[in-house]
């Protein structure tokens, strides 16, 4: 037992900690100069931030059993929001921000009301919110991209800088951390792993599963809310940028399951996931001068990712902790078999063959 | 192909030898759950076999069917050649077929879809073919007897008679390229009403008139009078009798299911028998739901109450009942004198019920969360100080419980809880629920799947925390399991209560009798 875990600690729980050692090192000696400096270092950080906290909202409700689909719509609406109370309704900056992070909020109770309430599935419940999302969107702008407020503060939200780096990646290593103290250390994650992990058990130890779903989706669309901020800050407000976020996002949710802590959703496989693609992609871009690298890469990992996590789980499940021999007695194998894998994957069985 | 294989065999056919079982065993990780089973069966017969659970008749169809292999030496020859074992193909190949309890039929779609899916037949594009595979579906339920199933119904529309004959008929459909020999129905009526039964019964003394073995599994013994020819009864994996029902009583068929030898089994109530009378902590009070009608008892602190009943009683569903895991249609459940809502688990925990279901992976544990998560999920804020969980608490805690209730490995603590044997499990979750000192706690078959050793364990353990003063509330399928721990025992027939042993009445022999439903000819020996 303590033997093998050894042997995993290295190969299987920080893999991707090798593979991204290893894009430095091969990028590195092929493009120095472009790739090993620290501008690129910067850059790949700050740009990558807001995608990581996309990712750090669409992995709440993974845990909890949920898919939020509508992550990329709601970024991009709180950008518009928060961009026009600014510049034609001449909100301040503050109030502007939480009335686009209170936007994000409310997508996040309908999302949970269609899912818990109507008791529509999680991946075309959120599907459809996402699309609804985009046509508010133009209704507000009437399909012209706003202009972002000029003010110092509004810039400074995102790019100041601190060591270096832009102020963007501490909000993000804070968010990291709070979500990471919510899903680890407290009571209300240990619900919702329990409720993603199989809602019948969990509903029948008192959790009341509904309930989790709908904050988590709340939760979700909240922190997209002020992602969409950010970004607004940052590259200045746009329409259709939303979408692009989603792949990453996923990917890197479901890459960061087999990391850290394999078999399950977590903070810091996550962002170890996202960082390890960024720097994939940024250096292929460096070194190829091509931009389809970016959607080529991220499809590629995302499906790699969800077939290697559901195939790590398998074999994790299939590896007795001792056998005794008295399960298989009345004839049925011991391998929970697939549909349980699809749970510990966090999605409801029938999304995740959709998906 | 218009030789259709099920049609009446020639008449002098019926009657002779079609299936030769000799030797037959099978035995899990040592331990022999079918010893050298020999049968015959002829054509044109219904023979029932029958057998309580572990008796070993589920592991004798699997190997019909080519689920397990058996051990070597064992023969299963049809029409007086060997069937290869361990393969379904062949098994199907051989002329065996099977209808389970569950028919695997696809309720969205049509009769005549379900008929010919996965057919040479399916492959229909012009309209002619489906006339003609409509007329197809028309032949072959008529062969069955069931005109009256339209083959464009809609399997979900139907009467749950009529949909085990469409699960009958396409078992037997014509065009199928081997000859049908052995029909295996796996108890089929176990979950059908009254009035369906009959009806099916009818279907099946057809498929054996057509010239096919029937090989018939039951607990019901009504039926075993009314359809079978011969009967063969299996116990502990042994064959205790094979003979003609006609002779028979429904006593003596009792007898053999239950044996004689079972008093050993109360010596752990024993240990509780001289208890105090302790105040009354559930209530039940006139319940219905879907599958029970007008159900009341009283459970005390420091009591065991068993309940029993054959499958489709109402023993399976009683708990989640009681626990608002299921809804209640009228009746009050209250536990120490306070009403407990229907359909919220919640409400019931925070009034001291606790509740272990049937099927653990399923409903009873979240696999993919380690050992000691699953254990602390009962109360994860026991060891919560702002702003964490005390994980070493938690699992200084979790070790406890393991050594407590001899839980291996003993330090897997953090291993996923899939990865612990059945019986481990069990008592991981059974841990789970005294972690939070439960007043009541119910528990739907706690020791399914469980080996023996850890079975004795789990015991152990429900009688100690009765004696801590828990009212319990054990629903079991197994006789022996309800003897051995209970001071009283329900009996479910029908969604009721239609008896109550207590003390020295408790024997398997008679929970199994009134189980059965025999009580009129036999109460007590």
């Known amino acids: 037992m303590t033997a093998r875990k050894g042997i995993n600690l290295g190969l299987d729980r920080f893999s991707g900690l090798y593979i991204w050692a290893l894009f430095i090192v091969v990028f590195g000696m092929w493009t120095p100069s472009l790739f090993l400096t620290q501008s690129t270092m910067h850059s790949v950080a700050a740009q990558q931030a807001i995608v990581a906290i996309l990712a750090l909202a669409l992995l709440v409700p993974m845990v909890c059993g949920a898919f939020d689909l509508s992550v990329g719509a709601t970024v991009n609406l709180a950008t ?22 209170a936007v994000g909020a409310l997508v996040g109770a309908l999302n949970g009301f269609i899912v818990v309430g109507l008791k529509v599935d999680s991946f075309i419940a959120t599907l459809g919110t996402a699309t609804v999302i985009t046509a508010v969107q133009t209704i507000v702008t009437g399909g012209l991209q706003p202009l972002p407020p000029a003010t110092e503060a509004w810039n400074n939200l995102t790019q100041h800088k601190i060591a270096g780096f832009q102020i963007v990646v501490l909000y993000l290593v804070v968010l990291a951390f709070l979500t990471w103290w919510v899903l680890d250390h407290t009571p209300a994650g240990r619900y919702l792993y329990a409720a993603g992990g199989n809602a019948e058990a969990a509903r029948l130890t008192g959790v009341p599963v509904g309930r989790w779903t709908w904050m988590s989706l709340i939760w979700s669309g909240a922190l997209c809310g002020f992602a969409g901020v950010l970004y607004a800050s940052l590259s200045g407000p746009s329409l259709t940028f939303g979408a692009a976020l989603l792949l990453p996002a996923f990917a890197a949710v479901f890459l960061g399951s087999t990391q850290i802590t394999p078999g399950r959703f977590n903070v810091w496989g996550t962002l170890l996931a996202i960082y390890v693609l960024a720097t994939g992609v940024k250096g292929l871009q460096l070194v190829t001068g091509e931009q389809w690298i970016n959607d080529m890469f991220n499809g590629v990992a995302l499906i790699a990712a969800v077939a290697f996590a559901g195939w790590r789980q398998r074999a994790r499940l299939r590896r007795p902790a001792m056998f005794d021999g008295a399960d298989v007695a009345p004839g049925s194998p011991t391998d929970p078999g697939p549909s349980n894998t699809a749970q510990e994957l966090a999605a409801p069985s029938g999304a995740s063959a959709r998906a | ?59 004798f169809i699997k190997i019909l069917s080519g689920f397990h292999e058996p051990d070597p030496g064992g023969l299963v020859k049809i029409a007086g050649s060997d069937v290869p074992f361990g393969d379904a193909e062949e098994s199907e190949r051989s002329g065996f077929r099977f209808v389970h309890q569950d028919l695997g039929l696809i309720e969205s779609m049509k009769v005549v879809d379900n008929l010919y ?59 199928s390229a081997h000859p049908v020999n052995v029909v ?50 299996l116990r502990n994996g042994r064959k205790v009798a094979s003979r003609p ?86 009746g009050d459940v209250l536990v120490k004198g306070r009403p407990v809502k229907a359909g919220s688990p919640g409400d019931s925990l925070a009034r001291g019920v606790a509740y272990l279901p049937p099927d653990r992976k399923a409903r009873g544990a979240v696999v993919s969360l380690s050992a000691r998560e699953n254990l602390a999920l009962g109360d994860p804020m026991r060891h919560w100080r702002f702003p964490r969980i005390r994980r070493s608490k938690e699992r200084d805690d979790a070790r406890a419980w393991f050594k407590e209730f001899g839980v291996r490995p003993p330090d897997a603590l953090e291993s996923a809880f899939g990865t612990f044997s059945g019986g481990n499990q069990q008592l991981i979750l059974l841990a789970k629920w005294l972690r939070t000192d439960p007043a009541l706690l119910l528990l739907d078959e706690p020791t ?25 509330v054990v629903a079991s399928s197994d006789a022996d399991e309800l003897a051995a721990l209970c001071h009283r025992v329900l009996i479910f027939s029908g969604g009721r209560i239609v008896a109550t042993l207590e003390g020295a009445d408790i024997t398997p022999r008679n929970i199994s009798i009134h189980s059965l439903g025999s009580a009129t000819e036999d109460t007590n020996s």
Not at chain 2, 5 to 10: D, G, K, R, Y
């Open chain 1, 80 to 101: 518009v929001v928060t961009v026009v109370l600014q510049t034609e309704r001449g909100w301040g900056m503050w109030p502007s921000i939480i009335a686009a992070v």
């Open chain 2, 448 to 472: 399914q799947g469980v080996d023996v050793g850890a079975k004795a364990r789990l015991h152990h353990h429900l009688v100690d925390a009765a004696g801590a003063g828990a009212a319990v």
């Open chain 2, 184 to 233: 295996v129905f796996d108890e089929p009526t176990a979950t059908l009403p009254d009035a369906d039964v009959q009806l099916l019964l009818q279907t099946i003394r057809r498929v054996a008139s057509s010239g096919v073995a029937v090989l018939y599994v039951t607990h019901r013994l009504d039926e075993v009078f009314e359809i079978a020819d011969n009967v063969t009864i």
């Open chain 2, 245 to 330: 029902v006609l002779g028979l009583t429904r006593r003596d068929i009792v007898k053999f299911l239950v044996g004689d030898e079972f008093e050993e089994a109360r010596a752990e109530s024993d240990a509780i028998e001289e208890r105090e009378a302790g105040e009354a902590i559930l209530e039940v009070a006139g319940l219905g739901s879907e599958s029970h009608l007008d159900v009341s008892f009283g459970v005390r602190s420091g009591e065991i109450v068993g309940v029993a009943g054959i499958a489709g009683s109402g023993r399976e569903s009683i708990l989640g009942c009681l626990f608002g895991a299921t809804r209640r249609a009228h």
């Open chain 2, 1 to 59: 192909m218009t030789a259709l294989n099920a049609s009446p065999v020639p008449s002098e056919c019926l009657g002779e030898v079609v299936l030769e079982v000799t030797g037959l065993s099978k035995s899990f990780v040592g331990n022999a759950v079918l010893q050298s089973l020999n049968l015959e069966l002829r054509r044109g017969e219904v023979h029932a076999l029958l057998g309580e659970n572990g008796s070993g008749k589920s592991t």
């Open chain 2, 117 to 175: 899916l996965n057919r040479e037949f399916s492959t229909r594009f012009g309209t002619l073919d489906l006339k003609a595979t409509r007329q197809r579906a028309r032949d072959d339920l008529a062969r069955m007897g069931l005109e009256r199933i339209s083959p464009d119904a809609t399997v979900r529309d139907l009467a749950p008679a009529d949909r085990s004959g469409v699960a009958i008929t396409r078992a037997l459909r014509a065009g």
